[in-house]
């Protein structure tokens, strides 16, 4: 009897740790490592004039030729940002940014990269700033508005 009480003892222990290890793991971002666009690549398209369609999804700036929606944390801008992507074909290449902050924090990148997922976009893209704006595009000279 008390094996069996040790060991259904630890099974809990175990249990419950496993439980908590994965309440604080951090949830897996929606997009793959294909789906973030190079800033180099980004703004080489833009300066022959060959960019895709972007969003500004963020407070943090405007890229040259992109589209301000406002920062998709909020119902409004995720609407616009819906209302946008619904008058283009799915098979447009879409890059979309924030920039506000690192990716691991950003409450604009996730919304907004799920909802190009949801659309069906098959060339949907995050612009990889995994810092902010003014760290992996504007102080590398990038084309800004």
């Known amino acids: 009897m008390n094996i069996s009480r040790t060991l259904l003892t630890g099974l809990a222990i175990a249990a419950a740790t496993w439980f908590i290890a994965c309440s604080f793991q951090k949830p897996a971002d ?5 789906q973030l666009k190079d800033p180099a690549v980004l703004a080489k398209s833009i ?5 895709p ?6 407070p943090s ?4 030729g992109s589209v301000e ?8 801008a995720m609407a616009l940002l819906g209302s946008k992507l619904d008058a283009l074909d799915k098979n447009t290449e879409v890059v979309i940014y924030c ?14 990269f799920n909802l190009l997922k949801e659309k069906g976009f098959v060339n949907g893209k995050l612009l990889n700033l ?5 760290t992996d595009w504007i102080d590398k000279g990038y084309p800004m508005q």
């Open 30 to 34: 929606p997009w793959t490592k294909d």
């Open 47 to 51: 300066q022959d004039n060959k960019a």
């Open 53 to 58: 369609v972007i969003f500004d999804i963020g």
């Open 61 to 64: 700036g405007s890229i040259k």
């Open 69 to 76: 929606i406002g920062a998709t944390e909020s119902k409004e």
């Open 99 to 112: 920039g506000c902050c690192p990716f691991s924090k950003c409450p604009n990148v996730r919304p907004a």
């Open 130 to 134: 995994p810092q902010n704006l003014k």
